[in-house]
């Protein structure tokens, strides 16, 4: 498909998307996996999958698929670790700097957001399309930036003292010897 030997098979180049597009699944090894960890500031990445179609969209391309996960992180009651399941969408429009597809620029006047559209087409830095960032990004999207055990009860009991208004006072009493 005119792949330069440098460009890893997730790398897909804008040049090269035919009519019908390219499917590609991903599923990144134990190092890489592992990297993406530290980044994303999770405990581990046990598993992660994704079915990719990357197809010519205008002057640029269109990401769609779907990916799992299991995520290792750290549970906020508990503190101890445990794996959940995530999984996401990826629906996502890419075009070349200057293209008259992008969205005008914010300053320059009103920009009008609905929940009935799709997102407006984000730039394409060059012409290569790296799915593995992308997967990484959608996947830290759809983490849980409060993880808890689904088990983990937080358990809290206030102090019994006397809170009477004149509690305080009772304190300042002398106490006898």
Sequence with gaps: ????????????????????????????????????????????????????????????????????????????????????????????RLVPHGSPNLPQDPAAGEVEVSLDTPDPPEPLEGDLIDLDALLEEHLALEIDPFPRRPDAVFQWSPETEETSPFAALKALRPRPE
């Design 1 to 92: 498909m005119g792949r330069g030997m440098n460009v890893p098979a997730t790398t897909v180049r804008l040049g090269d998307l035919t009519a019908g597009g390219v499917r590609h699944r991903l599923a990144p090894g134990d190092e890489a996996r592992a990297s993406m960890a530290r980044r994303l500031g999770l405990r581990g990445l046990p598993a992660l999958g994704a079915d990719l179609e990357v197809r010519a969209w205008m002057d640029g391309c269109q990401v769609i698929g779907r990916f799992t996960a299991v995520v290792t992180q750290v549970c906020g009651v508990s503190l101890e670790p445990f794996d959940q399941p995530v999984s996401g969408e990826i629906d996502l």
